[in-house]
């Protein structure tokens, strides 16, 4: 299984940035889950957002409630992460992750590599 993250950059404070993360290595026609974890400088990596292929069920965490928006295409096994209203305070590296023998978003098997997302203000 390969995770591959893309679209981290550079944008200022109230800018927008789109993440996407492209899964490969497994079946997707199976019940599976990306999730999208941040790790700050110094930090512990936290959980910001997930979605489950089996009803396309959605969970954020309470800092990005109602500015990030998760998104998938499953044909492409692709899961995007749209984040509006950026705030310094998000800067961290981005980190999609797999749960492929099921669709809690709960138990993740498969990590990426990360992107770096930089806010300034």
């Known amino acids: 299984v390969q995770l591959v993250e893309s679209g981290g950059g550079l944008v200022q404070a109230g800018g927008s940035l789109r993440l996407s993360c492209a899964a490969s290595g497994f079946t997707a026609a199976a019940n599976y889950a990306i999730g999208w974890f941040r790790q700050a400088p110094g930090k512990e990596r936290k959980g910001v957002s997930c979605i489950s292929s089996s009803d396309n069920s959605t969970y954020y965490s309470d800092s990005v409630k109602g500015r990030f928006t998760i998104s998938s295409d499953n044909a492409k096994k692709t899961v995007y992460l749209q984040m509006n209203n950026l705030k310094p305070e998000d800067t961290a590296v981005y980190y999609c992750?797999?749960?492929?023998?099921?669709?809690?978003?709960?138990?993740?098997?498969?990590w990426g590599q990360g992107t770096q997302v930089t806010v300034s203000s």
């Open positions: 992750a797999a749960e492929i023998w099921g669709s809690s978003c709960r138990e993740f098997d498969y």
